[in-house]
Every structure is written in structure tokens, then in C-alpha cells.
């Protein structure tokens, strides 16, 4: 038996699913779209239930995909699911009108439904009461009053529920006009006639292909109907025109006729059952907002608790990233002592633990980021912080909702696409997450870091409070900023032209945050990235091993390594390394230029050459797909310091920043690297695309390749564009 969730926005929704599910949920998308899919289980009475927690929604008036999504679920026409056996509406007792309007739809569902009278507590602060017998009387279904967050009269709610699947039901009252409901029937026919040609549309779909004056329905659902041909469904669309010019001329136009019967409704249940004060009391969430919505105030407050959550993330991310790493770095160790060299060594100790390990080793980032983000969304804060940023993303076509994802990407673009599902609007939806990867995350840092110190002076200005290599650093960052504005603007103007839509967002009460809501949406999120990017991050790296690790002649590159140490020129270049690892580190740089890779690197090499790259940096652009910091430590193996370069280490920063100081281009004593050179490579990573997990979140929620390929396209596109400037303007200026 199945019972479907449906509620508002910041209701409680949420809560009450994980109060009532525990751990037995899981999450995921439904067939062909990206909405979300909440599923969980529960025993009520003796009864197993499965719960599917919907999107948030103020209506069921689809006007997106998204919200098509929901509609066909309640129907029972998404693929891979059943129509619900009840519905449980959850409701806001502080703001009933509001919440009573998407009542009055779900009622119109031939299932039985219970109401969730949530935020009884709320109302009582407000000064609201609401009479629950009255109520239930008024609406014909049943009424249970609870506290979500409390898990107070969850009891009540469960045995409601079982109750409710098998009572009888009667179908309630329509809230329209005798006459629209005339028009309704007659189209329901006409459909089976023409259109649909035998096949029974569900009345709630006709009446509402009857209110859809933006024409999304009427398109989804003819679309749909395959067995009509053109004739037929040009006759329906004049039947829907000529009913909707009737009603218009009988004093009831479209869409206006549906507030004004549902809200004509929701008053007369609400006369009698809710008893309001005289005037509006001031509460605690009043108060605060008058300091946390304040256009100065509130917007210094703001960057000041993302400047620390930002921060936050680093420091604490720091000590379980360490033992990740070193637990991986262990494995490794311990599987290379334990197996004879060769290919099957290399492939688990190179690719398939280093491949796991370097995706794994960003989750305590993504764990404390959707720690902060939960935190901040079950209190209220999220809904001020949206409101705030709104004017300054509207300038670029978006509203305030994508501020949090794009920020969220500075630590990681893999959470802040995956939070970009926040945004109800697809336009602004997509045009997030595909700018969301230009902010500089984490894993460019180590890029940052080596270039800036071998290369950009560490000039002094304002009395050394500031470096010219903090300030380059600075400048990669706001780099991403800008470029990401610059496409968004381009992308709302093509892709996804539209006015913006008016920023309308409801700020609810603040409360103390619920452990468990927030647990599982860490817990979730945690397992989502584990899940979606390791698989495919993984398998990369196992491929891109294998590029590195074939051909493979040890004997001939081990006495061409012996002959080459007999060449003072080459001693004097490894001075850095230990004589005993010499000859091994010219071994691996060997195998490195005669691999798959390193030909491949050659290969472009005509192509990056513009940029003042040679095969070098090419074979490191290219082994740096799965994950962007990957290219300083092929870099390390090409330039004989050994593929255990540990880029949080001082020495080995300065020991590789001296080798590429060092470094000629082939045949000829020119240096390869220069400042022009280190920009160049600073700007190519700063807009490319060289991440396998974000492009497979990308895949997740666009439910598409057509949109991670289009990034990567474009993004790379960008990087190669911006490294030619940089690298032409400034060898100018040099």
C-alpha cells in the first residue's frame, strides 16, 4: 500500500517523512526527469506502508516537468509507479488559506485523504486557533493535529492513515461553477472522441488542460497521444479555445476562475474553524528578521556566516581528509609489498585504490558543507539568504535561489549542482548548474598554489598586507566569478530565454533545527556523491592508468635509463633527487613519454603550443581529466620527482616548482615556463572542465548527455581561449 506526501513549501514536510520512515528511506530520480524521488517504508497497525515524499508545491496547476512529475504521480501515469492508495496533505495550522488551496485540489483525486495539521505550536505563538472538529467537518476527511519536529500525535496520524485505506469514500463538492463543470464534461468527451481516440483521461487532467492558458499541459499531454493524427488534435485545441471564450463571457475567465472558486472555498471552511487575533501579533521571527533582512545589515550578517562556513569547511575537512588520504596512501602501500610488480600491482594499487581514494577524500568537504546547508535550511535562514542575493542575481538573468549552489561550489561543484534542485524554475534551474563549475574549487587550489610560488614575485603592498601572489590567486578566483556571470547572462538570452520570474518565496518561522531531519539529509547527500561520482570518477582513472601504464618494455627503458644517468647534464638536473631514487624516477618519466599518454601528449602537442605549453603539459592537461589537481602530479612524474609527490608538502611544492623552473623544451636550452606560462596554465584550469565527477553529476541531474558534453564543449572551449590571451597578452608585455 502506498501513501504519497504532498504539501507546501516549509511545512514540515520533510520532517514528518523522516519521523515517520526512520532509515528506511532511500532517494533517487524518477524515470526521465530530475525530480527527486523520496521513498520510504513504515509499519502502521500492523499494515506495511510505502511513503513517497513529493516536491514541495503551492499548487497542482503543472506548469514544468517538474511539477508534471508530481500530478503523474498522484495519477498514477509516472513510469515505474503505482497511484497511491491515500494521500497525506501536510498543512501549515499558522496559515491555513494558503495551505487549504492545495487541499482543495488533492481532494478532487479519486483517494482517500488525511490532513496533517502540522505547526500547531506555531499557530498558538501567532495567536491562531483552529477548531480541529470544525475543520474536519468542513473539509469531509479526516483532521489530526501534530508537531512534526516533536513527533507529537504521530500515533493519531499513523492509525488515520491505515484507517483511511479502507473506508469509503464519497466524492466532495467541486468548488467550481455548475457551468465550468459542464465545460469539463463535455471535453472529457471530446478527448475520448478525438484525441485520445478510446483511451479515458483522468478528470482532473481535462479540467486542468481547461485552466492551462499557458499552454505547457495542453502541448505535455497532445504530445502524448499518439494514436491522434493532426486533424484530431486541431479540432480539441478549438474545443478548448471555444470553451474557455465561453466562460469568459459568462463572467468566469481563465485561469481567474480557479482563485476565485478555490479561495471562495477555502473561506467558507475556514469561517467558522479559525479564529484569527484582531491584529497581527509580532513574534520572535518578526524580530530577528527586521536585523537578518535588513539591506545592509542582513547582507553583511550573510557574507559574514558564508565567509565562516566557507572557512569552516577547510579547517575541519582538514584532519579526516588527512586520514583518508593516508588510509588510501596505506592500502596502496600495503598491496605493492604484497603482489609482484606488474600490471596487476599497478592497476589496484594505481588505479583502482588511488581512483577510489581520490574521490573519497573530498567527502568529509561534502559532508560538513550539507552539514551547515541543512542546518540553515531547517531553521529558516536559506529562505533570508535567497531573499537577500536576489537583486544581485537578477542583474544576470537569475534569482536568489542560485546564489547558495554557486557558492557551494567553491568547495566543491559536485554539492553545488547537486543543491542547484532547490530552484523551482528549470530556466534558472540549468542555468546554475552549468556555470556552477567555473567557481574555483578546492581542487584547483594545489594548481594555484605551485604555480604562484615558482613563478609570481611575492611583491609587498600595503605595507605587506597584501602579496602580488595572494592578489593572483585572488584574481583566478574572481575570474571564475566573472565568467560565470558573463554565461549565465548568454545562456538566459539563448538556451533558456524567459523573463526572469518574480523571486516569491515564502520566509518561514525560525525553529531550532531537527537533529534528524538534518542527519538524513547529510547522510543522503554523502551516500548521493559516493554513489553518482565515485562509479564514474573511478572507472575513469582505471582508464586513465591504463593510458599511462601501456606500452610497457621495462628492460629497454631500464638500460635507456642507465645511459642517460651517465649524462652530467641529466645528474645536474636531478641534484633535488636522492641518488638512490634516480634511477627509478627516470624509469617512470621514460615510461610516461613512451605511454599511450605521453604520445597523445605529443601529439596535441602543435595544439597547446600557442598556449607556451609543450608535449609536457599537454600529457598532464590530458591525464587531469578524472580531477583537475591530478596535473601537477603527473607533472612530478614527467620531471623525475616520482609519483608520490605530496602537493601539501612544502619541500615538494618548492622541489617541483624548481624542476618546472628548470625545464627546457626539447633539444634546445629555452626554458619552457616563464610567468606568461604559469597564468596561461592557471586560467585553463580555472574555466576548464577536467572533472569526471562533476560531469557525472551533471549527467544525474540533467538526465541527459547532451548538457555535460555541451559543458565540457564550452568550458573547455573557454579555457583554451583565455590561456591563448593570457599567455599571447603577456609574453607582449614580457
Known amino acids: 500500500m502506498t501513501v504519497a506526501l504532498v504539501g507546501n513549501p516549509n511545512t514540515g514536510k520533510s520532517t514528518l517523512f523522516n ?17 527527486e524521488k523520496k521513498v520510504g517504508h513504515a509499519t502502521f497497525s500492523g499494515r506495511d506502508l510505502e511513503l513517497i515524499d513529493l516536491p514541495g508545491t503551492y499548487s497542482l496547476a503543472p506548469h514544468s516537468p517538474d511539477e508534471m512529475v508530481t500530478v503523474d504521480v498522484l495519477l498514477g501515469r509516472q513510469a515505474g509507479t503505482h497511484p497511491p492508495h491515500a494521500i497525506l496533505a501536510i498543512v501549515d495550522a499558522s ?13 478532487e483525486f479519486d483517494r482517500p485523504v488525511v490532513v496533517a495539521l502540522n505547526m500547531m505550536d506555531v499557530a498558538a505563538e501567532r495567536g491562531v486557533e483552529v477548531d480541529v472538529e470544525a475543520l474536519q467537518k468542513r473539509l469531509g476527511t479526516t483532521v489530526i493535529p501534530i508537531q512534526a519536529h516533536r513527533k507529537v500525535g504521530l500515533t493519531e496520524l499513523e492509525a488515520a492513515l491505515v484507517a483511511s485505506l479502507d473506508a469509503p469514500r464519497e466524492a466532495p463538492a467541486s468548488p ?16 475520448e472522441t478525438t484525441v485520445g481516440i478510446g483511451d479515458a483521461t483522468p478528470r482532473f487532467l481535462v479540467e486542468r488542460l481547461l485552466l492551462d492558458s499557458g499552454g505547457y499541459l495542453e502541448t505535455h499531454l497532445l504530445e502524448e497521444s499518439v494514436n491522434a493524427d493532426e486533424a484530431a488534435i486541431a479540432s480539441f485545441r478549438d474545443q478548448l479555445t471555444t470553451a474557455r471564450e465561453r466562460l469568459a463571457a459568462g463572467g468566469m475567465p481563465v485561469p481567474a476562475i480557479e482563485a476565485m472558486s478555490r479561495y471562495a472555498w477555502v473561506g467558507e471552511v475556514t469561517s467558522a474553524a479559525v479564529k484569527r487575533p484582531a491584529s497581527r501579533q509580532v513574534t520572535l521571527s518578526d524580530r530577528i528578521d527586521r536585523i537578518l533582512t535588513h539591506r545592509l545589515l542582513g547582507t553583511l550578517i550573510f557574507a559574514a556566516l558564508m565567509l565562516t562556513v566557507f572557512m569552516t569547511i577547510f579547517t575541519w575537512a582538514g584532519v ?27 592497476l589496484i594499487a594505481d588505479g583502482v585504490i588511488a581512483g577510489v581514494g581520490g574521490v573519497v577524500i573530498f567527502l568529509p568537504q561534502i559532508l560538513i558543507l550539507f552539514f551547515f546547508i541543512a542546518v540553515l535550511e531547517d531553521c529558516g535562514y536559506m529562505a533570508r539568504a535567497a531573499y537577500l542575493m536576489d537583486k544581485l542575481m537578477s542583474r544576470v538573468g537569475l ?25 523551482e524554475n528549470r530556466r534558472d534551474r540549468m542555468t546554475t548548474i552549468l556555470v556552477a563549475p567555473l567557481m574555483s574549487c578546492s581542487a584547483r587550489l594545489p594548481v594555484y598554489l605551485i604555480l604562484v610560488s615558482a613563478f609570481i614575485p611575492a611583491t609587498p603592498y600595503l605595507g605587506g ?39 516569491v518565496m515564502e520566509l518561514p518561522s525560525y525553529k531550532v533545527p531537527s537533529f534528524t531531519t538534518v542527519f538524513f539529509r547529510v547522510v543522503d547527500r554523502g551516500w548521493a556523491f559516493i554513489r553518482r561520482a565515485g562509479t564514474i570518477i573511478f572507472a575513469v ?5 591504463a593510458l599511462m601504464y601501456f606500452p610497457r618494455n621495462d628492460e629497454a627503458i631500464s638500460a635507456q635509463a642507465t645511459e642517460m644517468l651517465k649524462d652530467p647534464a641529466v645528474v645536474t638536473r636531478m641534484a633535488d633527487v636522492p641518488e638512490e631514487d634516480r634511477q627509478a624516477n627516470l624509469e617512470s618519466s621514460l615510461h610516461q613519454r613512451q605511454s599511450i599518454l605521453g604520445q597523445a601528449g605529443q601529439v596535441i602537442e602543435p595544439v597547446v603550443r600557442p598556449l607556451g605549453w609543450d608535449w609536457r603539459i599537454g600529457s598532464a592537461a590530458i591525464a587531469s581529466f578524472p580531477a583537475r589537481e591530478v596535473v601537477m602530479g603527473v607533472l612530478g612524474v614527467i620531471y623525475n620527482l616520482g609519483e608520490d609527490l605530496d602537493l601539501g608538502d612544502k619541500g615538494d611544492q618548492t622541489r617541483l616548482g624548481a624542476q618546472l623552473q628548470a625545464a627546457t623544451w626539447d633539444g634546445t636550452d629555452d626554458p619552457v615556463y616563464n ?36 559543458s565540457f564543449v564550452y568550458m573547455t572551449a573557454l579555457a583554451y581561449v583565455g590561456a591563448l590571451i593570457t599567455y599571447q597578452v603577456g609574453m607582449l608585455l614580457v
Not at 528511506?25 to 524515470?31: A, E, F, K, L, S
Not at 579526516?320 to 599497478?346: H, K, N, T
Open 399 to 423: 534569482s536568489g535561489k542560485s546564489f547558495i549552489p554557486m557558492l557551494s561550489s567553491f568547495a566543491c561543484a559536485v554539492p553545488g549542482i547537486m543543491s542547484a534542485r532547490v530552484i
Open 541 to 545: 582513472s582505471v582508464i586513465i592508468w
Open 675 to 710: 610567468v606568461p606560462v604559469a597564468l596561461s596554465l592557471m586560467v585553463f584550469f580555472a574555466l576548464c572542465a577536467q572533472c569526471a565527477a562533476t560531469l557525472a553529476v551533471l549527467k544525474r541531474e540533467t538526465n541527459s548527455w547532451r548538457w555535460p558534453i555541451f
Open 320 to 346: 579526516p581528509m588527512d586520514l583518508i588520504d593516508e588510509g588510501f596512501a596505506a592500502a596502496g602501500e600495503m598491496v605493492s609489498s604484497r603482489m609482484a610488480e606488474g600490471p596487476l600491482q599497478s
Open 176 to 191: 467550481f461553477p455548475q457551468e465550468f463543470c459542464q465545460e469539463v464534461t463535455t471535453l472529457a468527451d471530446a478527448w
Open 19 to 35: 519521523a515517520l520512515c526512520g532509515v528506511r528511506q532511500r532517494v533517487g530520480n524518477y524515470p526521465g526527469v530530475t525530480v
Open 465 to 503: 598586507f597584501l602579496t602580488l601572489q595572494v592578489l593572483t590567486i585572488a584574481a583566478m578566483y574572481l575570474l571564475g566569478i566573472v565568467v560565470a556571470a558573463v554565461v549565465a547572462f548568454i545562456l538566459k538570452k539563448t538556451f533558456f530565454r524567459g523573463e526572469t520570474p518574480p523571486f
Open 95 to 107: 496559515n491555513l488559506e494558503r495551505n487549504l488551496y492545495l487541499v482543495s485540489q488533492l481532494l
